[in-house]
């Protein structure tokens, strides 16, 4: 457990040092603001799609360790997947940081499976699903997302989260 809680760290400080896919897409097909009223995280992500593809994605935005972190590994896992793949995949990262996904059954998981321990930060899952929750809101043209179920359309409520 100790090696485990040791690489969910080291992974969040590398991502929160040097995120990947961070800036402005210029000219992206979709885009959307998200924000997590009770942390203050707000962030934005830009999308290309070529045909079902994702051809582009950059986040930016001011937003804890653990946000970063997890909007740097999701464009990171998303870019050149369809969006059908994407969006399974958006749908395990939640059930995962929520506690409803078995990492032992089939997935797509992969390298985000470092984030699985969230799940027992009550106070820190809304900071890791707010990049995921602002690329579903991007992919169906909604202009925000919140982690605030009464305040964002698009969210679906996934357990306290």
Known sequence: MANYKALYQEVILDHNRKPRNYGKLEHASHHANGQNPLCGDHISVGLNLKGECVDGIAFQG???????????????AVKGKSRADAEILIQEFLAMATGKLDLDSPNHIGRLAVFAGVRDLPTRVKCAILPWHTLHAAFNSVASASTEAGEDAMHAPIGNA
Do not use: D, Q
């Not at 001011?62 to 990171?76: L, N, R, Y």
């Open 62 to 76: 001011e937003s804890c360790a653990i946000c970063k972190a997890s909007a740097s590994m999701m464009t990171s």
